[in-house]
C-alpha cells in the first residue's frame, strides 16, 4: 500500500495521516464544503472535494468516496471512527472495487452491529453475559414470563441499537407493557428495526472496554482495558487506561474472553470489546465495536503501540509483530474529550470561532485535534474538537497533569468541556477510583463546576502573589544574585 485514502475529517483523518506519512505512505483527504480549509485537507498530499456540507451529501456517500479513491490511484481506505466506519455495505463496495478496506471483513461488522446477532455468535464461546434473552421478542405476555424469570429490574434494549436509544429500565411488571412499546417505537424510528430484547438490569455499572488486534493469520491479542465510565448521556467525556479497579487476574482473564469473541466473528484489525463490570467485578460482554475507537490513544500510551500503523499492517496481511506476553502496560494515560459544549448551560451545543486557540504542550501531553485558532466549528459534524490525553507514572501523576494541561488550554470563542474535565480531575470519586456510570448524573451540577472554577482561580492567583512576593524579598537583598 503505498496511498491512502482517509475517509474521514477533523482530528482523527489527521491523526491517521501522521502514521500513514510516517510509513511512507502518501495520503488523500476528502472533504466537503465546510472543510475546504480544514487542516486534514492541507496536511494531506492530495484533497479531493466530495460535496455540500451535510454529511448525507459528502462524507456518507460511499460512492463518491471510491471513485476518489481510483481517481487518485489510492490502494487503501481508511474509515476513521463514524461516518462509514460500521457500515459493512461500504466495507463491502470498497473491496468489490479493488481497493483495500483498512478494517474487519464486512461479515464481522454485520454481526457485531446487531446486538442480537453478536450474542448468538459468541455463544458457543463461554463469554459471561448478563442474564437475559437472545432473541427479539414482541409479546408482552411472554416477556412478563421472562422477566419474572430474570427477576426485576429488567432493561430492555434495541438490537440494532446505539447510544442509549431504544433502552428502558423496567422496575416491575405493572410497567412492562409500556415501557416495551415506547423501546420498540423508540428502535423503529432510530435504527428501522423494532427488534427489542432483554436483560437483567446491572445497576450501578463500570463501562470497560478491551482493546484488541487480530491479523490475518490466525493470530489474536489484547491490548488490555479501557475505563470510559465518565459518560454524559451515552456520550463519553473522560477514558483511561488501565482501569483503577482491574487486577492483574481479571485483566488477563476479560482480555483472554475479548480475544474469543474476536475469534468468534473472524475479526480482522483493530477492535474494541465492551464489558459491563459490576460492583462485585463480575464481567459481562455488551457489545463489539469494530473499528478504531475515539479513546484509543490512551491505549496507545500505555502499550507503546500505534493502534494505526498495526492496522495498517494487519490490511497488508502482515502478521502481528508482537505475542501476548511481549505486551505490558507502563504507567498511566488518562484523556479528556473536549466538546464545542457549554456545560454551564446544559450542554448545549456553543457555536462560534475559536478566536483564540492555544494548546497545551510538553512531555506528558498529547493533544490530537483538527482546528486552528481563527476556524469556525462547523455545525454539521460532531462537536467534538480536540482530545487532551496526559500520561504519568502512575494514575494520581496522569490526573495532576491532565489538571495543569487544563490549565494550560486556552480556548476563546467558544464554550467547551474544559471545565468539565477539571470538576472531574477533582471529584474526590474520581480521584479515588470509586465510580461508576452513574459518575455525570451523581455528582455533577454547574454550580458545583463554578466553585471549582473559581477555586481554581484563586489558588492560581495566590500562587502568583506568592511568587510575586518572593521574587521582590530577593530582589530587595542588595548585592545577591539569583
Ligand atoms: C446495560 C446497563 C445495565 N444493565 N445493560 C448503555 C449503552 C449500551 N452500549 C449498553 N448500556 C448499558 N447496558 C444491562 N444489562 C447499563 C448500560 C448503561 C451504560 C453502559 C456503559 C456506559 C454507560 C452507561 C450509561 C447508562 C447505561
Redesign the pocket.
Known sequence: MKKILVANRGEIALRIMRTARRMGIRTVAVYSEADRHAPHVRFADQAVFLGPAPSNQSYLVMEKIIEAAKTTGAEGIHPGYGFLSENSEFARKVKAAGIIFVGPHPHAIEVMGSKLAAKDAVKAYDIPM?PGIDKAITDTEKAKKIAEKIGYPI?IKASAGGG?KG?RVVENSAELKSQMERAISEALSAFGDGSVFI????GS?R?IEIQVLADTHGNTVHLFERE??I?RR?QKVVEEAPSAVLTPELRAKMGADACRVAQACDYVGAGTV?F?LDEKLNYYF??MNTRLQVEHPVTEWVTGVDLVEEQIRVARGEKLRFKQEDLTIKGHAMELRVYAEDPANNFLPSVGDLVVYQKPSGENIRVDDGYEEGMEIPIYYDPMIAKLITYGATRDAAIANMEKAIANYRIEGIETTLPFGAFVMKHEAFKSGDFD?HFVKQFFTPEAMAADTKNGEEVAAMAGLQLYLERRKKLRVPGEVN
Open positions: 448478563v432493561l442509549g433502552m436483560e437483567k438490569y446491572v455499572p463501562h470510559c465510565s459518560q451515552h465492551e459491563l455488551l457489545e456510570t
